[in-house]
Nanobody, 122 residues
Protein backbone atom coordinates (compact mmCIF):
# COMPACT_ATOMS: atom_id res chain seq x y z
CA UNK A 1 0.00 0.00 0.00
CA UNK A 2 1.39 3.38 -1.02
CA UNK A 3 1.41 6.15 1.53
CA UNK A 4 2.62 9.73 1.23
CA UNK A 5 3.01 11.55 4.54
CA UNK A 6 3.73 15.24 4.48
CA UNK A 7 5.30 17.43 7.11
CA UNK A 8 6.30 21.04 7.36
CA UNK A 9 4.27 24.02 6.38
CA UNK A 10 3.03 26.82 8.57
CA UNK A 11 3.07 30.59 8.68
CA UNK A 12 5.91 32.60 7.17
CA UNK A 13 6.44 36.25 6.39
CA UNK A 14 6.75 37.48 2.79
CA UNK A 15 10.29 37.00 1.57
CA UNK A 16 10.86 34.16 3.99
CA UNK A 17 11.64 30.50 3.45
CA UNK A 18 9.93 27.26 4.34
CA UNK A 19 10.44 23.57 3.70
CA UNK A 20 8.05 20.68 3.15
CA UNK A 21 8.79 16.96 3.32
CA UNK A 22 6.96 14.00 1.89
CA UNK A 23 7.86 10.54 3.15
CA UNK A 24 6.83 7.81 0.75
CA UNK A 25 6.28 4.15 1.43
CA UNK A 26 5.30 1.40 -0.97
CA UNK A 27 6.95 2.99 -4.00
CA UNK A 28 10.07 0.88 -3.96
CA UNK A 29 9.82 -0.43 -7.50
CA UNK A 30 8.86 0.83 -10.91
CA UNK A 31 9.21 4.13 -12.71
CA UNK A 32 7.43 7.06 -11.19
CA UNK A 33 7.40 10.76 -10.63
CA UNK A 34 6.87 12.56 -7.34
CA UNK A 35 5.97 16.17 -6.95
CA UNK A 36 4.00 18.93 -5.36
CA UNK A 37 0.64 20.48 -6.11
CA UNK A 38 -1.04 23.39 -4.38
CA UNK A 39 -4.54 24.71 -4.07
CA UNK A 40 -5.34 28.24 -2.98
CA UNK A 41 -8.80 29.19 -1.72
CA UNK A 42 -11.23 29.50 -4.60
CA UNK A 43 -8.72 28.27 -7.14
CA UNK A 44 -8.05 24.99 -8.89
CA UNK A 45 -5.27 22.69 -7.78
CA UNK A 46 -2.10 23.33 -9.76
CA UNK A 47 1.22 21.62 -10.25
CA UNK A 48 4.09 23.33 -8.44
CA UNK A 49 6.79 21.01 -9.72
CA UNK A 50 7.85 17.40 -9.86
CA UNK A 51 10.81 15.06 -10.17
CA UNK A 52 11.53 11.82 -11.93
CA UNK A 53 12.48 9.66 -8.99
CA UNK A 54 15.10 7.61 -10.82
CA UNK A 55 16.54 10.34 -13.05
CA UNK A 56 16.31 13.27 -10.66
CA UNK A 57 15.03 15.40 -13.50
CA UNK A 58 12.87 18.27 -12.25
CA UNK A 59 10.47 20.79 -13.69
CA UNK A 60 8.60 23.70 -12.13
CA UNK A 61 5.67 25.89 -12.92
CA UNK A 62 6.78 29.32 -14.11
CA UNK A 63 5.57 31.20 -11.05
CA UNK A 64 7.97 29.36 -8.72
CA UNK A 65 11.03 28.93 -10.94
CA UNK A 66 14.13 30.23 -9.21
CA UNK A 67 12.37 30.31 -5.83
CA UNK A 68 11.35 26.70 -5.17
CA UNK A 69 13.58 23.64 -5.26
CA UNK A 70 12.58 19.99 -5.24
CA UNK A 71 15.04 17.44 -3.94
CA UNK A 72 15.01 13.91 -2.62
CA UNK A 73 16.67 11.54 -0.23
CA UNK A 74 16.70 8.07 -1.72
CA UNK A 75 17.66 6.37 1.53
CA UNK A 76 14.69 7.92 3.31
CA UNK A 77 12.32 7.73 0.31
CA UNK A 78 11.53 11.34 1.02
CA UNK A 79 10.79 14.21 -1.31
CA UNK A 80 11.43 17.79 -0.28
CA UNK A 81 10.20 21.18 -1.37
CA UNK A 82 12.33 24.12 -0.38
CA UNK A 83 10.51 27.41 -0.83
CA UNK A 84 12.24 30.76 -0.64
CA UNK A 85 11.37 34.37 -1.43
CA UNK A 86 7.82 33.46 -0.55
CA UNK A 87 4.98 35.70 -1.63
CA UNK A 88 1.43 36.03 -0.31
CA UNK A 89 0.20 34.43 -3.53
CA UNK A 90 2.08 31.26 -2.57
CA UNK A 91 -0.46 30.77 0.22
CA UNK A 92 -2.19 27.45 -0.38
CA UNK A 93 -2.59 23.90 0.78
CA UNK A 94 0.36 21.98 -0.62
CA UNK A 95 -0.01 18.34 -1.59
CA UNK A 96 2.59 15.73 -2.29
CA UNK A 97 1.71 13.39 -5.14
CA UNK A 98 3.11 10.43 -7.01
CA UNK A 99 2.40 8.91 -10.38
CA UNK A 100 3.59 5.63 -11.80
CA UNK A 101 4.52 6.34 -15.40
CA UNK A 102 7.30 5.67 -17.87
CA UNK A 103 6.73 9.19 -19.18
CA UNK A 104 7.85 12.37 -17.43
CA UNK A 105 4.48 13.53 -16.22
CA UNK A 106 2.57 13.88 -12.98
CA UNK A 107 -0.83 14.64 -14.45
CA UNK A 108 -3.58 12.66 -12.77
CA UNK A 109 -1.45 11.32 -9.92
CA UNK A 110 -2.06 7.86 -8.58
CA UNK A 111 -1.37 8.81 -4.97
CA UNK A 112 -1.81 11.91 -2.81
CA UNK A 113 -0.58 13.13 0.53
CA UNK A 114 -2.96 14.62 3.05
CA UNK A 115 -1.98 18.22 2.34
CA UNK A 116 -0.33 20.85 4.50
CA UNK A 117 -1.15 24.54 4.83
CA UNK A 118 1.39 27.18 3.86
CA UNK A 119 0.44 30.75 4.71
CA UNK A 120 2.56 33.69 3.64
CA UNK A 121 1.53 36.78 5.55
CA UNK A 122 2.95 39.60 7.59
Amino acid sequence: QVQLVESGGGLVQPGGSLGLSCAASGLSSGTYQMGWFRQAPGKEREVVGFMGWTTGRTTYTNSVKGRFTISKDDAKSTLYLRMSSLKPEDTAVYYCAAKRSFYFTILEPDYWGQGTQVTVSS
